[in-house]
């Protein structure tokens, strides 16, 4: 089956009135940028600029060529990918042994870095912003930093928020380069987002400038819910995400000279009963698989949000909603990623959906794991070794082959029902709590910082802080 048969999601008429419709809206709507010398750049693009209402438009002549200058992404050769990362953000923690909610503290947080770097199937943590409740909020950004650097999490965060903070993220980046060997410039990046539909605001334009003006890394992200800041039909929806990534894109261009059209998705429904952003539901899906398509189309890579769920707790639910939008991402773009560990969007962190996750992550991996068609596989000598109503347990070819093909699951249940019963009749959810309680037994892994960095990043922090109070 080519490409084009697989991902079918949109007939080519559709695609047509897609990208009809994108160019419609950077021609016509246009995007506002509250930002100077960020619409000059736009305006040497050939973007249309009203410096009254700092909006620029874009005709669609220039926006077609630049989608056509991109570097095409490769996806004949597209390889499959699925990963799973565990994020922290503000909220919950769910501990575990009392099922409570509990706040974040720095020892639950270490603990929950331990289990990630504990489970095979989880490639990496991140914190986004600073979730321990006792924390000054003006000095989240640094101290998140400040966070990862001493648990041991190798990507120190994007965040940036605050452009006043700037100089003491660059700091910390100097102190945390020199001390691990890094070259700076490479290690120190940000990001800022868009607010939805098609504004760039000042806040983020400057905090964008303070870096791209340095030569620092900082993308541009941005999120759009169907029904709130997105139109509640998702065509309407993929049409302004893919014009705000077209934009993000040429900004982009203008100030790092990146040529790739950047397809991340991020779009989610909005509940008309509750106003919750969902991420659980079968529109985000849809919405992941209209956009990727239009991606393709346009020869660029794309990203896939996906493994997310709403349940508040582990269970059925949460592992519903994940693999809605994992498995149709993975069988038409043969990419996801799972958000292991993740409830309630990124409100709760739960070490027992971590787990959980883990294991629906090693599932997966063995379900796209390639199946070549060869006399080893085929293993036409031990057919015939079996004969009519024979068995294949006993067999060498059975014994030589069974651990690379058969997965071996941790928790799922494996025993018919008595065998199951005799074993104390544990549920998945059982079965992770106990290896919880074993990882968390282990020793604990030794600060990533030593006392003599930890002693500057402390110091930066303070600084920071008495600098924010000064008023």
């Known amino acids: ?24 809206i950077l021609k016509e709507i246009g995007v506002l940028v509250e930002s100077k010398p960020i619409l000059e750049k736009l305006s040497e693009f050939g973007a249309e600029i009203d410096l009254k209402t700092q909006v620029a438009r874009f005709p669609s002549k220039i926006v077609e060529n630049y989608i056509n200058s991109i570097e095409r992404y490769d996806w ?45 199937n989880v490639s990496g943590i991140g914190i986004l912003g600073c979730p321990i409740k006792d924390i000054p909020g003006e000095i989240h950004p640094v101290y998140s930093k400040y966070l990862h650097w001493k648990l041991g999490i190798p990507n120190v965060g994007y965040v940036i928020n605050d ?47 303070y870096f791209a003006e340095r030569g620092y890394t900082c993308f541009i992200d941005h999120m759009i819910s169907m029904g709130g800041s997105g139109t509640v039909t998702v065509p309407g929806t993929v049409a302004i995400h893919l014009a705000e990534s077209i934009f993000t894109s040429i900004v982009q261009y203008l100030y790092y000279g990146t040529k790739t ?85 990124d409100e709760v962190g739960s070490p027992i959906q971590m787990i959980l996750d883990n294991e629906v992550v090693g599932a997966l991996k063995r379900l796209v794991k390639p199946e070549p068609v060869n006399d080893d596989t085929i ?25 690379e093909e058969i997965w071996d699951s941790k928790l799922w249940s494996s025993d018919l029902f008595n065998g199951w019963v005799i074993k104390g009749s544990k549920s998945a959810e059982d079965l992770a709590l106990e290896m919880w309680k074993e990882i968390m037994e282990q020793p604990d892994p030794e600060p990533a910082m030593t006392p003599e960095a930890e002693k500057k990043v402390k110091d930066i922090i303070d600084r920071a802080l008495k600098f924010k109070r000064r008023e």
Not at 9 to 23: P, Q, Y
Not at 89 to 116: F, H, M
Request: with cysteine; net charge negative.
């Open 1 to 24: 089956m080519k490409l084009e048969q697989l991902l079918s999601f949109m007939t080519d008429k559709d695609i047509e009135n897609m990208h009809l419709s994108v160019l419609k």
């Open 261 to 345: 059209l950047y397809c991340e998705c991020s779009m989610s429904p909005l509940d008309m009963k509750g106003a919750g952003f969902c991420y659980g539901r079968p529109e985000k899906t849809a919405a992941n698989l209209m956009f990727g398509q239009m991606a393709v189309h346009y020869g660029a890579e794309y990203i896939g949000q996906t493994g997310l769920a709403d349940a508040k707790t582990p269970g059925s639910e949460a592992a519903s909603q994940k693999l809605l939008t994992a498995i149709p991402n993975l069988m038409y773009f043969k990419q996801a990623h799972y958000a292991a560990g993740m409830l309630s969007i």
């Open 163 to 209: 452009i006043e903070l700037c100089p003491y993220i660059e700091e910390f980046h100097h102190v945390r380069a020199e001390a691990i060997g890094l070259d700076f410039k490479k290690s120190i990046h940000g990001g800022v987002f868009l607010i939805s539909p098609l504004k760039f605001p000042r806040t983020e334009a400057e905090q964008f400038l």
């Open 379 to 403: 293993a036409f000598d031990t057919i015939k070794e079996a004969g009519h109503g024979g068995l294949f347990t006993d067999k060498m070819h059975t014994a030589e082959n069974f651990r």
């Open 76 to 120: 004949t050769n597209h390889k499959t990918r699925i990963d799973s990362g565990v994020g922290v953000c503000y909220g919950k923690y769910l501990d575990p042994e009392t099922n409570k909610y509990e706040e974040w503290t720095e020892k639950r947080l270490a603990d929950y870095v331990k289990l990630s770097k504990a489970l095979s």
